[in-house]
């Protein structure tokens, strides 16, 4: 069954989409926008567990592959173009499930702020342009910044490099991984999406008040 986009779009209409690079601020600025705007809020890997306990090796082989894997160390050893694709097939499988599972969100009758991997030739078809924001950050920030986070998932995948039979290789070999998907053709990409955009500087200064505003000002929030 095909549902047209002008069908989408429409049941779509609250919902805000943020995507981009890693160590951009994405997650920050949906908690953020959530709580001063009373929007709901669909983190990073929302209803990934129900997505996982739906999809099926013939339908959503890339999903599946956490069914299907030989071992976490497999996982963080794959090569960068392996895991380049795998990254790419993940998120177009799992934008179908995040458009059923927003529409049905939708009916709540609140604004909803999204933390997304739908890829941009997707959303040009589902939403409008004020309602999606590009959040970028340099190749470097992503790659050595990745397990600066405390959160449980990076923390779970170092402590997986650092059970590998050489950590320091596996180590390096998953940093390239990264490096893959934020590379600079990535990069460009999303900065020629069409999409409003905002660059984190690298930098320590606290952006992050700035950044609600200009995100708040675009979503046409206020």
Not at 64 to 91: A, L
């Amino acid at each position: 069954m095909n549902i047209e986009n002008n069908i989408l779009k429409y049941y779509l209409r609250n919902c805000y989409f943020i995507n981009g690079t890693a160590y951009a601020g994405k997650s920050t600025m949906c908690k953020m926008l959530a709580e001063k705007y009373d929007m709901i809020l669909c983190g990073e890997n929302y209803s990934l567990d129900k997505i996982r306990s739906i999809a099926t090796p013939e339908l959503q082989p890339n999903i599946s592959y956490m069914k299907t894997k030989p071992s976490w160390q497999h996982f963080v050893s794959r090569s960068p173009d392996e895991y380049e694709k795998w990254i790419d097939g993940n998120s177009r499988e799992l934008a179908e499930f995040e458009i059923a599972e927003l529409i049905s969100l939708s009916f709540l009758g609140k604004k909803i702020i999204v933390d997304t991997n739908i890829p941009c030739d997707v959303l040009h078809q589902i939403t409008d342009y004020d309602h999606v924001a590009i959040m970028l950050s340099e190749q470097s920030m992503s790659v050595d910044k990745f397990f600066d986070r405390e959160d449980e998932e990076k923390q779970f995948l170092l402590s997986v490099i650092n059970s590998c039979p050489d950590p320091q290789k596996t180590l390096e070999n998953f940093k390239a991984c990264i490096a893959r998907v934020n590379s600079p053709e990535h990069y460009e990409s999303f900065k020629n999406s069409g999409f409003f955009t905002l660059t984190r500087r690298n930098d320590t200064s606290d952006t992050r008040e700035e950044v609600l505003e200009k995100l708040a000002e675009h979503f046409k929030l206020k």
